[in-house]
């Protein structure tokens, strides 16, 4: 069965160091995402990216977060100056189908656990 | 804004027994409703969706229901196993390319 891989599974970095996930979607998906998880908290929702564009954002992406789908299967995550609160579990997933038809079952990798000292 | 509750935090029940999981949101404007399973460390499995125009939906062991108008679903697990045991979560699809996730609910299934 088609999955969403993420790598590394664990990245660790100095603050202030900038760090790229690396996201490979299932191959026909459409619709990407970026979620992260402090332990012991919500699943948060970081950005949804679709046709080579943003389509949504929180208030958590702020400049020193960006989005790139370089080539025609990698979905990248950066962060350009990381900070201690950065530390969280990154999720990425993917759907076939826009949100809007409302049918959108987005799947998701096992996460890269990023730790910042 | 839209906000997910998820009720109780945690559960510990025996082996066999029939259980709810319940979630609530805030805004009843949504695209769907999913149920995601998620096992300590790992990523989250997709359980169910439930569209906004339906009113369950079922897999195996599992019935999820929504009821929009008062911002409420459900997930029934039935003849509960050890193999359960996991963190459930709620999340909505605001429909603006958006998924609001609740807090989850902690299951353990004593054998």
């Known amino acids: 069965e088609p999955e969403v891989t993420q790598t590394p599974s664990h990245q660790v970095t100095q603050m202030g160091q900038e760090v790229i996930l690396r996201c490979v979607p299932i191959?026909?998906?459409?619709?990407f995402y970026w979620y992260r998880q402090i332990l012991g908290q919500k699943v948060e929702f970081l950005v949804s990216?679709?046709?080579?564009?943003?389509?949504?954002k929180s208030e958590i992406f702020d400049d020193q977060f960006s989005v790139e789908r370089p080539d025609g299967s990698n979905f990248t995550l950066k962060i350009r100056s990381t900070k201690l609160e950065d530390s969280a579990m990154y999720f990425c997933?993917?759907?076939?189908?826009?949100?809007?038809?409302?049918?959108?079952?987005?799947?998701f990798g096992p996460g890269t656990r990023l730790t910042v000292l | 804004k839209q906000e997910v509750t998820q009720i109780p935090a945690a559960l510990s029940v025996p082996e066999g027994e029939n259980l709810v999981l319940n979630c609530s949101f805030t805004d009843s404007a949504i695209y769907n409703l999913q149920w995601f399973r998620q096992d300590p460390g790992k990523g989250l499995t997709s359980l169910l969706l439930i569209q906004s125009s339906q009113r369950e939906q079922t897999s195996g062991r599992l019935n999820a229901s929504l009821d929009k108008s008062s911002g409420r679903s459900t997930l029934y697990i039935a003849a509960s196993q050890p193999g359960d045991s996991a963190t459930y979560l709620c999340?909505?699809?605001?429909?603006?390319?958006?998924?609001?996730f609740g807090a989850g609910t902690r299951l353990f299934v004593k054998a």
């Open positions: 191959s026909n998906h459409l619709y």
């Open positions: 990216f679709y046709n080579n564009e943003i389509s949504e």
């Open positions: 997933a993917s759907s076939e189908v826009s949100p809007l038809a409302g049918e959108d079952t987005q799947y």
């Open positions: 999340a909505v699809d605001t429909g603006g390319f958006k998924t609001i």
